[in-house]
Antibody
Framework: QVQLQQWGAGLLKPSETLSLTCAVY????????WTWIRQPPGKEMEWIGE???????NYNPSLKGRVTISIDTAKNQFSLNLNSVTAADMAVYYC?????????????WGQGTLVTVSS | DIVMTQSPDSLAVSLGERATINCRSS????????????LAWYQQKPGQPPKLLIY???TRESGVPDRFSGSGSGTNFTLTISSLQAEDVAVYYC?????????FGRGTKLQIK
């Protein structure tokens, strides 16, 4: 059974960098694309971006310039960095795996990490 | 970006009754070359990540009870729960994957009447 377990700092100050990591257990790591999605309170979920097992990344244009997704295939992990955070970046952040075949929907999710931005 | 609009925002239905949730996209998510609607539905319970229920607008994910069904095409879609169970209390989201970035609706909160 595929499991995604994520971790990272949950409390940041404005202008700091958000860093989260997601580890994948069970199933295959290769052949899939790995995604970060966030859910701000009271707002729609937002696709942040994704990375393929070969390291090719795509990002939401709304965040481009601040976001980097990286992958460590040796550890079956991928990571999210979002720099210069503000209160607008407060959300629950999820890692997720796209379905086989690459369509943009997700059938495996991490447990979520609440990120708060406060001075 | 394609805007997904759900209605109603919240819904209260009696146990055993039918629940219907609507989703409209700001442009068609029907891909003419394969005649597929690039739309998914998720269920999210408090403190949990979303769970995929339906994709291609009407295909149930493995393990999802058959009381859940999806319908619609183009820009208008419906998620129906034929006989509401207590465990179906949750927030339901639609999501389009026709275009990048994929986008979600704001959710419909389903409660027991």
């Amino acid at each position: 059974q595929v499991q995604l377990q994520q971790w990272g700092a949950g409390l940041l100050k404005p202008s700091e960098t958000l860093s989260l990591t997601c580890a994948v257990y069970g199933g295959s790591f290769s052949g899939f694309s790995w995604t970060w999605i966030r859910q701000p309170p009271g707002k729609e979920m937002e696709w942040i971006g994704e990375i393929s097992d070969s390291g090719s990344a795509n990002y939401n244009p709304s965040l481009k310039g601040r976001v980097t997704i990286s992958i460590d295939t040796a550890k079956n992990q991928f990571s999210l960095n979002l720099n210069s955070v503000t209160a607008a970046d407060m959300a629950v952040y999820y890692c997720a795996r796209k379905v086989y075949g690459g369509m943009f929907y997700w059938n495996y999710w991490g447990q979520g990490t609440l990120v708060t931005v406060s001075s | 970006d394609i805007v997904m609009t759900q209605s109603p925002d919240s819904l209260a239905v009696s146990l055993g009754e039918r629940a219907t949730i609507n989703c409209r996209s700001s442009q068609s998510v029907l891909y003419s070359f394969n005649n597929k609607n690039y739309l998914a539905w998720y269920q999210q319970k408090p403190g949990q990540p979303p769970k995929l229920l339906i994709y291609w607008a009407s295909t149930r994910e493995s393990g999802v009870p058959d009381r859940f069904s999806g319908s619609g095409s183009g820009t208008n879609f419906t998620l129906t729960i034929s006989s509401l169970q207590a465990e179906d209390v949750a927030v339901y989201y639609c999501q389009q994957y026709y275009d990048t970035p994929p986008t979600f609706g704001r959710g419909t909160k389903l409660q027991i009447k």
